[in-house]
């Protein structure tokens, strides 16, 4: 191999693992911005859907960061709560992209 050739494969060794990080990053903020939208549109008439956000009308809904803080809460609780007809809450028959977004959007806000 000549040595230029060596060195193109290191560097393409060292940027590797960085780059792969940074997929997962760039994946997780999609999920994020797809996960807000959904809320906006969705969720924000009756839960205060994250920092900043406008109240709702009522408080009958618990706020999303609540909920994040919850013991209860995990990414399988609430994918299942989403997933399942609610007396109080409107059925959204969510596709899997638009779960996978809220359900990130949600539990982001446990560390806020
Ligand atoms: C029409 C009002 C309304 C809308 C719109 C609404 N919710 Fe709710 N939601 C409620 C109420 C009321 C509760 C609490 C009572 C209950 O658990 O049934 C609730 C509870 C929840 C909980 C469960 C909290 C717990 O105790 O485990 C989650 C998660 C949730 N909502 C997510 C969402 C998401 C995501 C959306 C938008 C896709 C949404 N909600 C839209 C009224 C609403």
């Not at 997929?23 to 997780?28: M, N, S, Y």
């Not at 009756?46 to 408080?59: K, L, M, Q, S």
């Not at 779960?99 to 539990?107: A, C, E, N, P, Y």
Request: proline share 8%.
């Amino acid at each position: 191999m000549r040595p230029v050739l060596a060195f193109a494969a290191l560097l393409a060794g060292i940027a590797a693992a960085p780059m792969a990080a940074a997929q997962g990053d760039a994946l997780r903020q999609e999920r994020l911005a797809q996960g807000r939208r959904v809320a906006e549109t969705w969720c924000a008439n009756c839960h205060v859907i994250g920092p900043g956000a406008r109240g709702p009308a009522g408080d009958a809904a618990p706020p999303f960061d609540a909920v994040a803080r919850m013991p209860s809460t995990t990414e399988m609780s609430l994918r299942a709560f989403l997933q399942t007809p609610h007396a109080r809450m409107p059925d959204y028959r969510l596709t899997q992209q638009e779960l996978d977004g809220v359900v990130t959007w949600i539990l982001a806000l446990r560390r806020g």
